[in-house]
Nanobody
Framework: QVQLVESGGGLVQAGGSLRLSCAAS????????MGWYRQAPGKQRELVAV???????NYADSVKGRFTISRDNAKNTVFLQMNSLKPEDTAVYYC????????????????WGQGTQVTVSS
């Protein structure tokens, strides 16, 4: 059974940096995408950044130029380097992984981490 654990969140002043990590335990047959979402109070969960199995990377417009997503496939870990943080980046950040569990199971499964709080003060 795959479980995702996020870490690296915390409190930082505007302009500061944080690096989030998400480690996946267990094994998957293949991974289609690894990414980060965030949800601020009173708002819908939104995609922040995602890396697709082929190497393509997409960012939300609001974080382009400031955030960088990266992955370590050997360790089933995805990172989010957040620079030049703004108060509007304050949210709970969730790791997300999509992929196949087993070779004989065609279905794509979605896994979510428990979330890590990022708070950016003015």
């Amino acid at each position: 059974q795959v479980q995702l654990v996020e870490s690296g969140g915390g409190l930082v002043q505007a302009g500061g940096s944080l690096r989030l990590s998400c480690a996946a335990s267990g094994s998957m047959f293949s991974i289609d995408a690894m990414g980060w979402y965030r949800q601020a109070p009173g708002k819908q969960r939104e995609l922040v950044a995602v890396v697709i199995s082929g190497g393509s990377i997409n960012y939300a417009d609001s974080v382009k130029g400031r955030f960088t997503i990266s992955r370590d496939n050997a360790k089933n870990t995805v990172f989010l380097q957040m620079n030049s943080l703004k108060p509007e980046d304050t949210a709970v950040y969730y790791c997300n992984i999509n992929g196949r569990r087993e070779r004989t199971d065609w279905r794509i499964y979605t896994y979510w981490g428990q979330g890590t709080q990022v708070t950016v003060s003015s």
